[in-house]
C-alpha cells in the first residue's frame, strides 16, 4: 500500500482534470446526487438518496441514514456518508449491509479476464469511520459465479486515510460483452456468519458465501456508527495513480446512462416533452435522453397524482393514472435513446392528435419530479 501511495505523490497532480479514461468506477468523487441527497430509515437494498450508481444494501442489520456528504479529503466535494441509526449487536446469520457498485460487461473487456493475459487491477480509495478494525471490499463476476476479495484496516476512528488493494486477473471465466452486470464492486459494512465462516477468498475462486466478508467488523454494532469514501478508482495494473477527476459534467453524462431526473421548480415545471393525445383521454409523451440510456427504462416518479398535470390545448386536464412507461426507441445495441410516457387523464375537452404536455401543479408545490431508470 505505502508503495502506491509515493507513487500517488510523485506523480502530484499532472492529470488533475483530464479525463484519461483509467477508472472504471462511476462517480468516484461522490459529485453527482441526481435522487437527492440524504435518506433516512433504511432497512432494505436499492439505489438511494445519495450519491448516483451505488447500490446500499441492507438485510435485517440495523436501520441507517445514506448521505452525500461535504465531509471529504483535501481536493474532493464530497463522499457518501453510511450511519447507523438502529443498532444491531447481535448479528443474525444472513445479516449484512454492504455498499456496492455495478459495472458493465462491454466496459471491462480491457481486463482480458478468463485468458492467460488476464490483467490485474488495483482498487484506491479514501476513508474514515468512527469504528476502527477490520473491513472488506470484495469484486464478484456475475457472468462466472466467482469473486476475489481483501481486507483493509481502519486504525484511526474519524480519520481520512488512503487505501489501495490489488486483485490478481482471473484466467478463468471470461465476461460477457453486453450490457449487463459482469462484476460488482462491494464494501461490506455488516456480515453475518454465513459470510464470515470460511477462509476469506483472497484469490479468484468459485463464488462461497462462507469466504466473502471475514473478519469484517460490525458497523451496526452501535448508534451513531458511521463510515466515508470517496475517490473510489478501479484500474489495471498493479500500482494506484491519481485519482481520475473530471468535469462535472462528464460525470453527470456518466450517470444519466443509468439514471435521469426532471424535477419540479414549483411552477409548472415540464417533466416531459411535449407529446399528443392519442385519444380523449391518453396522452402520449415523448422523453429524449440526456445521453444514450444502458437499456429501455422505468419511470420513476413522485407517488400521488396531484403531483402532476396534463395540459391539453384549451387548459389542464388532472391525469387518472401516474405516467408510465410504455416504449422505448432502442439503437442497434440495445442503448434507449427515447420513451414514450402514457399518462391518461378522464377530464374533458382532449381532441385526438392535440398536443399534450405533463408538468407540474403550480402554487409552489416541491418535491415533485419524473424519473428515467435503467440502472444494473
Not at 462491454?106 to 485468458?115: A, R
Not at 476502527?132 to 463476476?141: A, H, Q, R, S
Not at 460488482?184 to 458465501?209: D, E, K, Y
Request: net charge negative.
Amino acid at each position: 500500500m505505502s508503495r502506491a501511495r509515493d507513487f500517488a505523490n510523485l506523480a502530484g497532480s499532472a492529470d488533475v482534470g483530464g479525463i484519461t479514461g483509467r477508472n472504471m468506477i462511476i462517480n468516484g468523487n461522490m459529485a453527482v446526487a441526481q435522487r437527492g441527497t440524504s435518506q433516512t430509515g433504511i432497512t432494505g437494498g436499492g439505489y438511494k438518496k445519495a450519491p448516483d450508481r451505488y447500490n446500499f444494501n441492507a438485510v435485517t442489520a440495523g436501520t441507517w441514514t445514506v448521505s452525500q456528504s461535504t465531509t471529504a479529503p483535501e481536493g474532493f466535494p464530497n463522499s457518501y456518508k453510511v450511519e447507523c441509526t438502529t443498532a444491531d449487536a447481535s448479528l443474525a446469520a444472513g445479516d449484512v449491509v454492504r455498499l456496492r457498485q455495478r459495472i458493465e460487461g462491454q466496459n471491462l473487456q480491457q481486463l482480458k479476464k478468463g485468458t492467460s493475459n488476464a490483467e490485474s487491477v488495483t482498487l484506491s480509495f479514501y476513508v474514515r469511520s468512527s469504528k476502527t478494525g477490520t473491513y472488506i471490499v470484495e469484486i464478484t463476476d456475475q457472468d462466472n459465479s466467482r469473486h476475489i476479495a481483501k481486507s483493509y484496516s481502519i486504525t484511526t476512528a474519524d480519520t481520512w486515510q488512503y487505501v489501495s488493494v490489488t486483485y490478481d486477473g482471473d484466467t478463468t471465466g471470461s465476461l460477457d460483452n453486453d450490457n449487463a452486470e459482469s462484476l460488482t464492486v462491494q464494501f461490506f459494512l455488516v456480515a453475518g456468519s454465513n459470510f464470515t465462516s470460511g477462509t476469506l477468498a483472497t484469490a479468484w475462486a468459485s463464488q462461497t458465501t462462507a469466504n466473502r466478508a471475514v473478519g469484517q467488523v460490525n458497523l451496526a454494532d452501535t448508534v451513531g456508527n458511521d463510515w466515508y469514501i470517496t475517490g473510489i478508482q478501479m484500474e489495471i495494473g498493479e500500482v494506484a495513480t491519481p485519482f481520475e477527476h473530471e468535469s462535472f459534467a462528464e460525470t453527470l453524462r456518466k450517470c444519466q446512462r443509468y439514471y435521469s431526473r426532471i424535477n419540479s421548480n414549483g411552477n409548472y415545471t415540464r417533466l416531459a416533452y411535449t407529446g399528443y393525445w392519442a385519444s380523449g383521454n391518453q396522452a402520449n409523451l415523448m422523453a429524449i435522453m440526456p445521453v444514450p440510456m444502458r437499456a429501455a427504462p422505468a419511470v420513476d416518479h413522485t407517488g400521488t397524482l396531484n403531483d402532476y398535470i396534463l395540459v391539453r390545448g384549451n387548459g389542464v386536464n388532472p391525469p387518472t393514472t401516474l405516467p408510465a412507461f410504455s416504449r422505448a426507441g432502442l439503437t442497434e445495441d440495445g442503448d434507449c435513446m427515447s420513451a414514450t410516457i402514457i399518462a391518461n387523464s378522464t377530464g374533458n375537452g382532449s381532441t385526438e392528435g392535440h398536443a399534450a404536455q405533463l408538468t407540474s401543479p403550480g402554487g409552489g408545490a416541491t418535491g415533485i419530479f419524473l424519473g428515467l431508470e435503467a440502472e444494473l
